[in-house]
């Protein structure tokens, strides 16, 4: 047995253990930094000063073109336009074009019954034959009123005559008073007969007169007139191009519909001659003249560019124009930028094809 320790040594507590030294976290690895080469000094300094020349030309050289010129994007194509109406009335019988045709002055476009035209043609004619021969008639009844003169004369003497024997007779007492007076009344009867038939001859030959313009009896000239008119008529049931162009709106041409008169049917469209309308702005007048250079470019047309040139310069504005001219004279007045239109010809013939009403920009060079 071992021996006993004392009691103040074992009532000590034990040692404490030495603490291990904590363990280091593990290190993250860093990458390596960049490294960056020196650019040249040459480099630098070319950026440096060509941005800024490059902004200064960029700048002057729009201030010099905006001072050259005015533009305006208020511009439409336009090309002449004539509505065709028919200058008579009927029904429509044919019709021989189609929307978007190309026609040629007097080519055909459409037709109205003709039937009722050739019926007054036809009346006309025998209105002049009627008048040819009442004509012939008033020279039958000239040519009477001359045998009926002449006839009167012979009446008038031989009542002269019995006159005169009854006044000597009278004178002397052979005869009654009756008998003289009637032998007066007898000469009386015969010199009015002569008047009455020489009227007659001279109203015969004032019928039978001719005009002094014509040289032809006035009846058969009216005659021969009404029956030209009817002629024309007749001509007009057929509609043709009055100009070359491309039909529009042909739609109201429908084969058995009721065509009035003056009534517009149809349109024809000079695309061959367009031109742009630009309105301006009255502050960009200042230096605009006839004919200075112009381009045009076109909203369907990307990238296309036509050269002009200025035609005509308005005579007045959109408003003076309009179908209520404006009244500045109540005293709301506002100042109102105004629009001139300006007339641009083209220089050339646009590559791609023209339509009326196309939306158009327009730059004048006034320098």
């Known amino acids: 047995m071992s021996p006993a320790r004392p009691a103040a040594e074992e009532a000590k507590p034990p040692k404490p253990a030495p603490k291990a030294d904590p363990v280091p976290p593990a290190q993250t690895a860093v990458a390596p930094e960049p490294v960056v080469k020196d650019t040249p000094k040459w480099r630098s300094r070319l950026l440096m000063f060509s941005v800024p020349l490059v902004l200064i030309a960029a700048g002057g050289w729009y201030w010099l073109t905006s001072g050259g010129s005015v533009s305006t994007d208020n ?21 021989a074009v189609r929307d978007g045709q190309i026609v040629k002055a007097g080519q055909l476009l459409f037709r109205i019954d003709r039937e009722p035209y050739a019926l007054t043609v036809a009346q006309a004619t025998a209105a002049i034959d009627a008048a040819e021969v ?43 008073k009756a008998a003289y007076d009637a ?45 030209a008119q009817a002629e024309v008529n007749l001509g007009r049931t057929e509609v043709r191009a009055p100009s070359a162009g491309r039909v529009a709106q042909s739609d109201r041409l429908q084969i058995g519909q009721m065509m009035v008169q003056g009534l517009p049917a149809v349109t024809l469209v000079d695309t061959a001659h367009p031109w742009v309308e630009a309105n301006f702005k009255e502050t960009d007048l200042a230096d605009m003249r006839i004919g200075q250079r112009a381009e045009i470019s076109f909203d369907a047309y990307p990238g296309l560019k036509v050269r002009g040139h200025v035609l005509t310069i308005g005579a007045g504005t959109g408003s003076e124009f309009s179908v209520l001219p404006a009244q500045n004279a109540t005293g709301n007045w506002v100042k109102v930028t105004q629009r001139v239109p300006v007339r641009i010809a083209f220089d050339e013939k646009p590559s791609r094809e023209m339509i009326a009403g196309l939306s158009a920009e327009v730059r004048v060079f006034t320098k």
Do not use: C, W
């Not at 010199?191 to 005009?211: C, H, N």
């Open 134 to 176: 009442e004509v012939g008639n008033l020279s039958a009844s000239a040519n009477t009123s001359s045998v009926d003169i002449a006839a009167a004369r012979e009446d008038v003497k031989f009542a002269e005559v019995n006159f005169a024997r009854q006044a000597a007779l009278m004178e002397k007492g052979f005869t009654t």
């Open 75 to 95: 511009a439409y194509v336009q090309m002449d336009k004539v509505s065709v109406a028919a200058e008579v009335g009927g029904r429509i019988t044919e019709v």
């Open 183 to 227: 032998s007066r009344h007898a000469v009386t009867l015969a010199r009015e007969q002569v008047r009455q038939a020489e009227a007659a001859a001279a109203e015969a030959r004032t019928k039978l007169a001719a005009g002094p313009a014509s040289g032809i009896n006035p009846q058969v000239e009216a005659a021969r007139v009404q029956r």
